[in-house]
């Protein structure tokens, strides 16, 4: 008899919940699920966050970190043997165009749409549009992001900014460039701006695609250059034209007057790191890379680094800048993919947000709800700049990348011909990109043969 009232009493008590809409983060519970992370802010507030999120839900969570340039590498091997291994995927926005053409990822309108998994605080709509749209997409190469299914929820956004010490600017009398030319004059007057093993301006350099994509493309497009075009239906690479190869002999030209001089190595950690030693005077490249190196005690020069838009060619209004977010999707393959979807929904949601951007220093939020939260304005007010760069740069802030499958290809191809245009390999830059568009045309040939268009 008490057994029998026992039971009835959880019954009521379960009945009773959902009359008043509590969401129960529980049912899966007892679940493992696997993930690997990016070696990233937005990845260090996340495992920090790991307790809390599996003494709320009881679904335990096996992780591991790397760096993004061996990340991708891992995934694509473990997604393309079919394995189950992976669960919740940590992914770009670039890596969409890869995986979810090739069935790796698991439409999140599934869970959007399905009731009881889906938690109505979560509120979707309250994302940025401009980022829905940059994680939806139709699987159709050449297509412009925002059309399809929603492919991954973002974590963070970034966007190409240019942030400098303002202690060695004061020094020299400087400040942030207006245009092209004038970034390209900080590189010269500030190479050894301290003496040897001191240099302006920190860029990626690694013979990978993420190299390519703030400082570079930035650039390359402000150039009024493009990568790739629809000609007579299909589509063919643009590198070597004459807007590509002006950005191009730029892009060198910059890196040779004071780029790293470990430039063909250089990371994302490593920029971020000389830049928070002094040993870079600027960085140009994602803002969400600044930030965090800005922050109280986070490095040696914390509190002396500023914010402001990048440059544009001619130094008028007609400029652009890349937008990226990171974010975390599902695995088709995944066996636990409702447990996969409770973890993207509480490291994406409303409450997770709020707390990595006014507690933690992850940058910047995608959820409108958490940019205008007051906390949040309150500390982005302490970074000289930061909002007013924000302001200027978002409205001009978009995918400057064609999507496509081979993306990474592409690119990584791209980037390898900027470190050996660099190392001088070629007589001209022309030459040099006149191969590069062979071998890309011939990627995109490929890929349209295999899939029989």
């Given at each position: 008899m008490k057994r029998l009232l026992a039971t009835v009493a959880l019954v009521a008590l379960a009945c009773s919940a959902a009359v008043a809409g509590e969401y129960n983060w529980k049912q899966q519970a007892g679940k493992e699920i696997k993930i690997i992370f990016v070696q990233h802010t937005y990845a260090e507030g996340m495992m920090k966050k790991l307790p809390e999120f599996e003494a709320l839900t009881g679904i335990k969570v096996d992780y591991s970190i790397m760096p993004e340039e061996n990340l991708?590498?891992?995934?694509?091997?473990?997604?393309?043997?079919?394995?189950?291994?992976?669960?919740?995927?940590?992914?770009?926005?670039?890596?969409?165009?890869?995986?979810?053409?090739?069935?790796?990822?698991?439409?999140?309108?599934?869970?959007?749409?399905?009731?009881?998994?889906?938690?109505?605080?979560?509120?979707?709509?309250?994302?940025?549009?401009?980022?829905?749209?940059?994680?939806?997409?139709?699987?159709?190469?050449?297509?412009?992001?925002?059309?399809?299914?929603?492919?991954?929820?973002?974590?963070?956004?970034?966007?190409?900014?240019?942030?400098?010490?303002?202690?060695?600017?004061?020094?020299?009398?400087?400040?942030?460039?207006?245009?092209?030319?004038?970034?390209?004059?900080?590189?010269?007057?500030?190479?050894?701006?301290?003496?040897?093993?001191?240099?302006?301006?920190?860029?990626?350099?690694?013979?990978?695609?993420?190299?390519?994509?703030?400082?570079?493309?930035?650039?390359?497009?402000?150039?009024?250059?493009?990568?790739?075009?629809?000609?007579?239906?299909?589509?063919?690479?643009?590198?070597?034209?004459?807007?590509?190869?002006?950005?191009?002999?730029?892009?060198?030209?910059?890196?040779?007057?004071?780029?790293?001089?470990n430039y063909l190595t250089q990371t994302w950690a490593q920029s971020g790191a000389d830049f928070g030693a002094r040993k870079a005077a600027f960085l140009y490249d994602a803002d969400n890379l600044g930030y965090p190196t800005n922050f109280p005690g986070r490095t040696q020069e914390s509190?002396?680094?500023?914010?402001?838009?990048?440059?544009?060619?001619?130094?008028?209004?007609?400029?652009?800048?890349?937008?990226?977010?990171?974010?975390?999707?599902?695995?088709?393959?995944?066996?636990?993919?409702?447990?996969a979807w409770l973890f993207v929904q509480y490291f994406t949601g409303p409450e997770y947000q709020t707390w990595s951007s006014t507690v933690w220093s992850s940058i910047d939020p995608p959820r409108k709800s958490v940019f205008d939260n007051p906390k949040f304005q309150e500390i982005i007010a302490?970074?000289?700049?930061?909002?007013?760069?924000?302001?200027?740069?978002?409205?001009?802030?978009?995918?400057?990348?064609t999507p496509h499958p081979m993306f990474g290809e592409i690119y990584t191809a791209w980037q390898?011909?900027?470190?050996?245009?660099?190392?001088?390999?070629y007589p001209t830059i022309q030459e040099g990109l006149d191969r590069l568009k062979e071998e890309i045309d011939g990627m995109l040939r490929e890929y349209d043969e295999e899939m029989g268009s």
């Open positions: 991708f590498d891992k995934l694509t091997t473990s997604l393309s043997s079919g394995s189950s291994e992976l669960d919740v995927i940590m992914i770009p926005n670039f890596n969409i165009w890869q995986y979810a053409g090739a069935g790796f990822l698991e439409p999140l309108d599934n869970f959007i749409n399905k009731p009881g998994i889906y938690n109505p605080e979560y509120d979707f709509e309250d994302f940025f549009p401009a980022l829905r749209n940059l994680n939806r997409w139709s699987c159709v190469p050449g297509e412009a992001v925002g059309t399809g299914n929603q492919w991954i929820m973002p974590v963070g956004f970034e966007y190409n900014g240019f942030m400098y010490n303002t202690e060695v600017f004061a020094k020299f009398g400087l400040k942030p460039p207006k245009t092209l030319d004038e970034l390209y004059e900080l590189c010269v007057k500030l190479n050894e701006f301290e003496g040897p093993g001191t240099y302006a301006m920190a860029v990626r350099g690694v013979r990978h695609w993420n190299a390519i994509v703030q400082g570079f493309i930035t650039t390359f497009r402000n150039f009024g250059a493009k990568d790739m075009v629809f000609e007579d239906g299909k589509l063919v690479s643009k590198v070597n034209s004459p807007e590509s190869v002006a950005a191009h002999e730029y892009w060198i030209k910059c890196l040779k007057a004071g780029g790293p001089n509190g002396k680094l500023a914010f402001a838009p990048v440059p544009s060619l001619k130094g008028d209004d007609n400029w652009q800048c890349n937008l990226i977010n990171w974010g975390l999707g599902v695995s088709a393959n995944s066996r636990n993919k409702d447990a302490g970074h000289q700049g930061f909002s007013e760069a924000l302001a200027i740069s978002i409205p001009k802030a978009t995918s400057l990348e390898s011909t900027i470190q050996d245009l660099y190392s001088g390999k």
